[in-house]
């Protein structure tokens, strides 16, 4: 197996499927030349010329819907949103039109179309450019939300995002971008909702998402030296969500903390610890931990986003405050 | 609706004929809408365009098979000018299954993807984008296809509109841009959202051709519209074409348009309409006039019943259609 | 005591806000001559004149941010944006630039602006008119979120929206536009932050928020005759969030029932049952139940609409749920 | 920094050494912070202005005290240029306490709201409505203060500046939109980004007064941009001020610029440093030139040693200042 960093893996997937489909093309701001400003389609333009890497102006409005505006005369456009924080530019288009074409016309339409956007602190770019809204997209009905944390998972998922008829807002984090990871030699393409254990445990479930994976397994590790028993569940697909295998887990480990980078007020938490209240209330022995973003915006100064945003030792805080609880 | 030979320039007299009948089709229409929402049978927030059938007719009588369309909220006339049979358009203002949009959508979401109508939009400038998204599919795909935008003078003050001509001129996408200039934005005057007093002048900014005509004249509007949809087709670049129109009515369906001198509206009907204007033009008789008329009314009384006789969605149903 | 509808309630707060201070001001889309398409603003036009009531063109982002501009010059701009749907639009400044110019600049600026919006289904105009999105706003810290219920409150916490420092997005309802209330003769500010219990009661709290908190009076009062002892409350501010209110509530009840009109997935009630689960985890005696729209953009024919937004009815089975989960 | 006589069209010998020297000391500033970042020190996404030193001068020193800006994520110049002190720029930078933004907002959010910066913006197109809303405060309290908006030239294909310009012509408010042209946005050459090449047509579209200058010439920047803000300020309505300038690094410190050939910027340094330009019409002598470089150089290492020395912020600190 081929071991691929999250950057190749999201630009293995773009390219294979633009080799094998006519109708697939990429566009956003700096993708051509410059390969993108975070080096995903790095090499592409060279390989598929500029009709199908699509440099735009600075222009996400029109950029997202002349997306969708492809997608619904046939085409698999995928949209590169250079930061989540221009998301709030595309909203109107990604919400209010993407996702309600196919309803509004009673199902005459589909927009299989794909937005990858990009965030995540931990570099101090500040408040403006590192924010993690993908709550925001799974209140959204029409749209699927996908939010991935491995090299093989950003691969798989985006194939099969690409491959969707729906559209989908694709979240990929900024600090995962140089992780490697081995993937399979052919694409396997990973269903559209469905979670993956990444580690099995018995005393607390820890459902993470994006970078917040990687710290769950560090906090599962330095907790299992204490004796704690940690399972550690990444939804991948925040819309349509793998509410089962969330619930299995809990009902067999009664205990449960969501972790994500996001702010935690509400953040995608919420909606799993609401899920999770409701579903296994009669097998929870704690409270549903929440770990996100302290209620601020990102600061500059380092000591000071650090401290914002959430890390492994504050998932392991929580996994304690949950066994803790039980005594 | 029969399509008009091409290459013609000049159109003849079944062809102006043909273009009257549909006007007045759609007036006497949207003057039923009127009327059936103000008998209170008419769910939803409704918007007729009576005055700028014009431009609808004259547009989409350009446009060949294939050419799409985006519209707006007053999206009545575009709908039935691209060929939206009036039973369909109005079991759909009645929220009925045989609707154009199934029930699903409503006088401001009107689709008829079929025909080519790929959606009237509720946001203003909403729709502008997409369109040039679908003229760079028929790009990219090589097909001699062009969409076509409709949208209002108060459109040209939103971003997306900015961005979405911007983006059509600078890959010169097979788009136009149909600007249905009737002054008004809701109860906004241009003077009151626009520094600008010709609107022709938004194309600059992006170099892009722009083309102007009367918008209570049919044939010119046709023949403009060839013109501009020839430059798209031909690879040579979108165009901006400008309608002079006027709207009659209010906003919409019972607006009391308090913002509004009672005569402007009076003067314009008086002077300006579309309709006795070709009408004129074709010296039809009272007789051959009436003949028409009544044969309008009749399709429009059918389509309510239609409409009436029509199957109501199950509550369950709205649980369809969210995802493909 | 006089009698105000909402939408005069409103009006009251800006009128008495412009006459007392020059700094007020209200910007919009045909709010002058038409006095707002909820006819709000009616009859400002005349008493302020165009350049303290002023129409604006179809720009929503050059509304809301040169309210902002405004705001941080020093006036209290009450800028309104016609529909909730078109939030989306003004979205990157309110979010990127309203709620952090204070932080970014480590203080040195306040942001006293309102964003006024109004949604809420019940009279079909289709996906695009009608969606309530209060709970992206709850999510961006720097942003206050308002949700006012009664011609009371929202006319005391207009009032103290317009003189708060920081930007707060006002929520208004469609539907409640019409309905009277009794008001002070003269303004008594509501403080941003405290909610209200409308209705004392011992069996379940019912957590509801805009038109569903009269959804939740009419079902307290029919399960009362089915001898079911309910207390409603309405938080009135999302954010910052009374939670000490809700939670001395359920303290008392043991059940809780969230309810909105926005979706229930990732909607304001998934964050609430978040916290009460969270402060009130050995109190609960059922599930936290949800009522919220339906999994659904808003379809236009009224058959479909209602069937996809809660009522009364919904609110009454969540109720009984809640208590037959005791037995 | 001292304030050039407001009448005064022609400048005075003294008054473009003061220039000479401030361009040299924004220029030290950068290349400093360039070399500060390789070496590891500095946190953070920044970008450069060098080359553009005349826009931020020009500019700036045409202001009178009241007047207010917003810059863009090229940031450093403008801010230096309205006056606050390199130390507190270099320790926001360095992400302290005495920052001007008290280590808040770093390279693309510097604020000195006392010296008239409304604050830098990483969002393009960001700060422009919320110009026009300064500059609508001003109107309204009949204030005589202009409020000024830098911005790219990429940002003119975003929504927020078509609006922003289009609602301040509207309005006639006191803003001048200014415009770093610099034929880039990021990897992007205006060809690409743009569908017109004389970007000054896109002020006709709000019917918006432009005026043009080189960027690369001090003094006619500074002449131009007295008789935008006079316009502005006298009540005649906003200006669309184009500047024509270059980039002479990468778009962010460490961009490789694989998308753009060597010898651009090598040719660009050589033919058109507005430094250089303005040295040799004031004749300096290598010896005036190396004293005043020397002067400048002291003042940009005093601010590193001034950043270094400075109080980091604690880590609770980050929960202040969220709200009023
Ligand atoms: C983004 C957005 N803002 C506001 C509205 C409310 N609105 C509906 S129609 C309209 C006026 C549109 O004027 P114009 O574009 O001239 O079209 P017309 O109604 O004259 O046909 C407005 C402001 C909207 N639908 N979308
Ligand atoms: C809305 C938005 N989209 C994209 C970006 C990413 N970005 C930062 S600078 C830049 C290029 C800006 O070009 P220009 O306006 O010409 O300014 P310059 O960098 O040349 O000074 C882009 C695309 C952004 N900051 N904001
Ligand atoms: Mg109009
Ligand atoms: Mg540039």
Redesign the pocket.
């Given at each position: 197996m081929p071991e691929l960093s999250y950057r190749e893996a999201v630009r293995d997937a773009l390219v294979r499927a633009m080799r094998q489909d006519e109708d697939v093309f990429v566009m956003g701001e700096d993708i051509a030349e410059m390969g993108g400003s975070m080096g995903v389609t790095h090499g592409m333009l060279e390989e598929f010329g500029p009709t199908r890497v699509r440099n735009t102006p600075i222009s996400e409005m029109a950029l997202a819907g002349a997306a969708i505006g492809a997608a619904l005369q046939g085409m698999r456009p995928v949209a590169e949103i250079m930061y989540e924080d221009f998301m709030t530019l595309a909203s109107e288009q990604v919400v209010n039109q993407a996702a309600k074409h196919r309803y509004m016309s009673g199902g005459q339409l589909t927009v299989p179309v794909v937005f990858r956007t990009q965030g995540g602190a931990g570099w101090s770019p500040g408040a403006q450019h590192a924010q993690q809204l993908e709550a925001w997209f799974v209140h959204v009905p029409g749209l699927k939300v996908v939010f991935a944390s491995t090299p093989e998972d950003v691969r798989g998922l985006l194939w099969s995002s690409i491959y969707d008829d729906n559209p989908v807002v694709f979240f990929e984090h900024r600090t995962l971008y140089g992780i490697k990871g081995e993937v399979p030699d052919e694409i396997e393409p990973i269903p559209i909702g469905k979670a993956r254990v990444h580690r099995a445990g018995d005393d607390v479930t820890v459902i993470a998402t994006g970078r917040l994976v990687h710290d769950a397994l560090k906090a599962a590790a330095e907790a299992e030296t204490e004796g704690v028993s940690v399972e550690v569940v990444d939804p991948r697909t925040l819309q349509p969500l793998d509410e089962q295998t969330l619930v299995d887990s809990v009902k067999k480990t009664n205990r449960a903390v969501v972790a994500h980078e996001a702010v935690t007020r509400m953040g995608f938490g919420a909606e799993v610890a609401a899920v999770l209240q409701y579903q296994a209330f009669d097998w929870l022995d704690a409270p549903i931990e929440r770990v996100g973003a302290r209620f601020a915006p990102l600061p500059f100064a380092p000591v000071m986003e650090s401290y914002v945003v959430p890390h492994a030792d504050d998932v392991l805080a929580a996994v304690y405050r949950t066994v803790n609880k039980r005594v | 609706m029969a399509k008009v030979e091409a290459t013609k320039t000049a159109l003849a007299k079944g062809d102006l004929r043909d273009m009257l009948r549909e006007m007045l089709l759609i007036r006497r229409f949207e003057e039923k809408v009127e009327e059936r929402f103000r008998a209170g049978e008419l769910p939803g927030f409704l918007?007729v365009a009576i005055g700028e059938e014009a431009c609808a007719v004259g547009v989409c009588r350009a446009l060949e098979d294939g050419d799409v369309i985006a519209s707006?909220?007053?999206a009545h006339g575009h709908t039935l000018a691209k060929g939206t049979h009036p039973n369909e358009l109005m079991a759909e203002l009645y929220g009925k299954q045989e609707g154009c949009s199934h029930g699903y959508g409503g006088s401001m979401h009107l689709y008829d993807v079929e025909r080519g109508n790929m959606g009237a939009n509720?946001?203003?400038?909403?729709g502008l984008p997409q369109i040039t998204g679908a003229a760079l599919a028929f790009q990219m795909r090589g097909e001699p296809r062009v969409a076509v935008a409709f949208?209002?003078?108060?459109?040209t003050n939103?971003g997306t509109f900015h961005e979405a001509l911007n983006l059509a001129q600078l890959w010169k996408v097979p788009a136009v841009f149909v600007l249905?200039d009737?002054r008004?934005?809701?109860s906004t005057p241009e003077s009151q959202h626009s520094p600008i007093r010709d609107l022709s002048e938004r194309a600059k900014a992006f170099g892009m051709k722009s083309m102007k005509a009367d918008g209570q004249e049919v044939e010119a509007v046709y023949r403009t519209a060839r013109k501009a949809l020839e430059n798209a087709r031909s690879g040579q670049g979108p165009v901006f074409l400008h309608l002079d129109t006027c709207?009659f009515s209010g906003?919409y369906i019972g607006d009391p348009q308090v913002y509004r001198p009672k005569e402007e509206a009076r003067h314009l009907r008086e002077t300006r309409d579309p309709i006795t204007h070709l009408r004129e033009k074709l010296g039809l008789t009272d007789a051959e006039f009436e003949e028409l008329d009544a044969e309008v009314t009749a399709i429009v009384e059918a389509s309510v019943a239609f409409a009436k006789n029509a199957t109501d969605p199950a509550p369950e149903d709205a649980m369809r259609n969210v995802y493909a």
């Amino acid at each position: 197996m081929p071991e691929l960093s999250y950057r190749e893996a999201v630009r293995d997937a773009l390219v294979r499927a633009m080799r094998q489909d006519e109708d697939v093309f990429v566009m956003g701001e700096d993708i051509a030349e410059m390969g993108g400003s975070m080096g995903v389609t790095h090499g592409m333009l060279e390989e598929f010329g500029p009709t199908r890497v699509r440099n735009t102006p600075i222009s996400e409005m029109a950029l997202a819907g002349a997306a969708i505006g492809a997608a619904l005369q046939g085409m698999r456009p995928v949209a590169e949103i250079m930061y989540e924080d221009f998301m709030t530019l595309a909203s109107e288009q990604v919400v209010n039109q993407a996702a309600k074409h196919r309803y509004m016309s009673g199902g005459q339409l589909t927009v299989p179309v794909v937005f990858r956007t990009q965030g995540g602190a931990g570099w101090s770019p500040g408040a403006q450019h590192a924010q993690q809204l993908e709550a925001w997209f799974v209140h959204v009905p029409g749209l699927k939300v996908v939010f991935a944390s491995t090299p093989e998972d950003v691969r798989g998922l985006l194939w099969s995002s690409i491959y969707d008829d729906n559209p989908v807002v694709f979240f990929e984090h900024r600090t995962l971008y140089g992780i490697k990871g081995e993937v399979p030699d052919e694409i396997e393409p990973i269903p559209i909702g469905k979670a993956r254990v990444h580690r099995a445990g018995d005393d607390v479930t820890v459902i993470a998402t994006g970078r917040l994976v990687h710290d769950a397994l560090k906090a599962a590790a330095e907790a299992e030296t204490e004796g704690v028993s940690v399972e550690v569940v990444d939804p991948r697909t925040l819309q349509p969500l793998d509410e089962q295998t969330l619930v299995d887990s809990v009902k067999k480990t009664n205990r449960a903390v969501v972790a994500h980078e996001a702010v935690t007020r509400m953040g995608f938490g919420a909606e799993v610890a609401a899920v999770l209240q409701y579903q296994a209330f009669d097998w929870l022995d704690a409270p549903i931990e929440r770990v996100g973003a302290r209620f601020a915006p990102l600061p500059f100064a380092p000591v000071m986003e650090s401290y914002v945003v959430p890390h492994a030792d504050d998932v392991l805080a929580a996994v304690y405050r949950t066994v803790n609880k039980r005594v | 609706m029969a399509k008009v030979e091409a290459t013609k320039t000049a159109l003849a007299k079944g062809d102006l004929r043909d273009m009257l009948r549909e006007m007045l089709l759609i007036r006497r229409f949207e003057e039923k809408v009127e009327e059936r929402f103000r008998a209170g049978e008419l769910p939803g927030f409704l918007h007729v365009a009576i005055g700028e059938e014009a431009c609808a007719v004259g547009v989409c009588r350009a446009l060949e098979d294939g050419d799409v369309i985006a519209s707006t909220h007053r999206a009545h006339g575009h709908t039935l000018a691209k060929g939206t049979h009036p039973n369909e358009l109005m079991a759909e203002l009645y929220g009925k299954q045989e609707g154009c949009s199934h029930g699903y959508g409503g006088s401001m979401h009107l689709y008829d993807v079929e025909r080519g109508n790929m959606g009237a939009n509720a946001v203003i400038g909403g729709g502008l984008p997409q369109i040039t998204g679908a003229a760079l599919a028929f790009q990219m795909r090589g097909e001699p296809r062009v969409a076509v935008a409709f949208f209002g003078d108060g459109a040209t003050n939103i971003g997306t509109f900015h961005e979405a001509l911007n983006l059509a001129q600078l890959w010169k996408v097979p788009a136009v841009f149909v600007l249905e200039d009737n002054r008004w934005a809701e109860s906004t005057p241009e003077s009151q959202h626009s520094p600008i007093r010709d609107l022709s002048e938004r194309a600059k900014a992006f170099g892009m051709k722009s083309m102007k005509a009367d918008g209570q004249e049919v044939e010119a509007v046709y023949r403009t519209a060839r013109k501009a949809l020839e430059n798209a087709r031909s690879g040579q670049g979108p165009v901006f074409l400008h309608l002079d129109t006027c709207r009659f009515s209010g906003h919409y369906i019972g607006d009391p348009q308090v913002y509004r001198p009672k005569e402007e509206a009076r003067h314009l009907r008086e002077t300006r309409d579309p309709i006795t204007h070709l009408r004129e033009k074709l010296g039809l008789t009272d007789a051959e006039f009436e003949e028409l008329d009544a044969e309008v009314t009749a399709i429009v009384e059918a389509s309510v019943a239609f409409a009436k006789n029509a199957t109501d969605p199950a509550p369950e149903d709205a649980m369809r259609n969210v995802y493909a």
